[in-house]
């Protein structure tokens, strides 16, 4: 009986520290748009989101176009913001403004920092309520 009782014991420790180490350690973010391809496209609601950034392939501290494509958009305000974000790092604020050029087409230009720790991986989320904040994950080069 006191054998059965340590394996239940046991067992269920064992549980609750797989539970916690999942809970306290995620699995890592991995990129869901290979960025120096081409443009990357995503459903958001009822509207579909393409983020381009060029020149490719993009690299960190170098001045970069971001250009974003959302049909439809006659909701849009004529200024949409992209937040630039590192996946489990503050790397500051770094935000885009990205203006209305027509035809639904967003543009503005700014800079990918370079991370001290070497990580490589970022995260651009349109900051737009009506889309859910749609983002995009990529890796960016030296």
């Not at 059965?4 to 350690?25: D, E, N, Y």
């Not at 699995?27 to 459903?43: R, S, W």
């Not at 991370?115 to 030296?142: E, I, M, Q």
Request: proline share 8%; with cysteine; aromatic share 4%.
């Amino acid at each position: 009986m006191v054998h059965r009782t340590q394996l239940k014991s046991g067992s269920i420790l064992l549980l609750l520290l797989v539970v916690l180490s999942a809970w306290m350690f995620p699995a890592p973010e991995k990129p869901d748009c290979n960025i120096h391809e081409g443009p990357c496209t995503k459903k958001a609601g009822t509207a579909t989101v393409t983020l381009d950034i060029t020149p490719r392939p993009v690299r960190h501290m170098e001045e970069l176009l971001f250009s974003l494509t959302v049909k439809p958009c006659s909701s849009l305000p004529d200024t949409l913001m992209l937040d630039l974000s590192m996946p489990g790092m503050d790397m500051g604020k770094n935000q885009v403004s990205l203006v209305k050029t027509g035809n639904c087409l967003y543009r503005g230009k700014g800079i990918i920092v370079k991370c001290k720790s070497g990580r490589k991986l970022w995260k651009a989320t349109l900051l737009a309520a009506p889309l859910n904040n749609p983002a995009f994950t990529f890796d960016v080069r030296d």
